[in-house]
């Protein structure tokens, strides 16, 4: 049991650091997108990004990799962007729940001002 | 200010009449069609060939992909040899080319082309 069980846990928490790097990268490729004032900018930033990523690659280790997530989750929540992008229907964005459409049943007829009292 | 408006109202005319042609009273068929409302709020789902065309345009421009692998139920990892960041990177870019937003644990279960297109074609924001 104790051999299959540590062999469970092993995948168990390895599968868990392979998702929160997947996150982490993702939220540093949009942060990088964000910083960037110009695409150009854009591709080198995210070009170092992803070579930071591969420089620990063969990291194997497991409280090693804990660690270094946890150091790099800390840098990036240190250099988050303050006003990130939202695209605009999405939450937070500038036209998050504006301008609804009416409920289904009820009918507006636009007359575009030819309306029948100023005949 | 006052005495400028009232100098130039003097000199001014303005048409008191109704410039447009008497309406009719039925509401034609072009003015339901003109009835529209902002383009986000009456948003639609996108047709699942055309974002299949698309989702395949995007992964063959990857420059890590081999166009010639790539078919409409391509797994990213298995068939086209991409690894974990990459579906990352393949997924902004179909951000950025249907102009929406995927939240994070979508954007986690993306894999393959299939797992794509079935989302963006159920996306209506995708655009």
Redesign the interface.
């Known amino acids: 049991m104790s051999s299959a069980g540590a062999v469970a846990s092993y995948l168990a928490r390895r599968s868990a650091q392979k998702e929160r790097v997947r996150l982490l990268y993702r939220r540093g490729l949009k942060d990088a997108l964000n910083w960037a004032v110009h695409r150009h900018l854009f591709y080198q930033g995210a070009s170092d990004l992803r070579e930071e990523f591969e420089a620990n690659k063969h990291v194997e280790d497991l409280d090693h990799i804990d660690r270094l997530i946890e150091e790099a989750e800390a840098r990036f929540e240190k250099f988050r962007h303050p006003d990130p992008y939202i695209v605009p229907w999405a939450p937070g964005g500038s036209k998050f729940c504006r301008n609804p459409p009416p409920y289904p049943g009820i009918e507006i007829v636009y007359n575009h001002g030819k309306e029948d009292d100023l005949q | 200010m006052a005495a400028m408006r009232n100098a130039v109202l003097r000199h001014l005319r303005v048409k008191v009449g109704?410039p447009?042609p008497?309406?009719a009273g039925t509401?034609s068929f072009a003015?339901i069609l003109?009835?529209y409302?902002?383009q986000?709020?009456?948003?639609s789902f996108l047709d699942k060939s055309e974002v299949l065309d698309r989702v395949i345009t995007v992964v063959k421009s990857f420059q890590k992909v081999d166009p010639s692998k790539v078919t409409p139920t391509a797994h990213f990892q298995k068939d086209l040899e991409l690894d974990?960041?990459d579906?990352?990177?393949v997924?902004?870019a179909f951000e950025e080319e249907f102009?929406?937003?995927i939240p994070?644990n979508e954007?986690?279960k993306i894999d393959s082309i299939k797992a794509a297109v079935d989302f963006i074609a159920s996306h209506p924001?995708a655009k």
């Open positions: 109704y447009f008497a309406p509401v003015d003109r009835r409302f902002s986000d709020a009456t948003a974990s960041l579906t990352v990177e997924v902004m102009g929406f937003e994070d954007a986690d924001q």
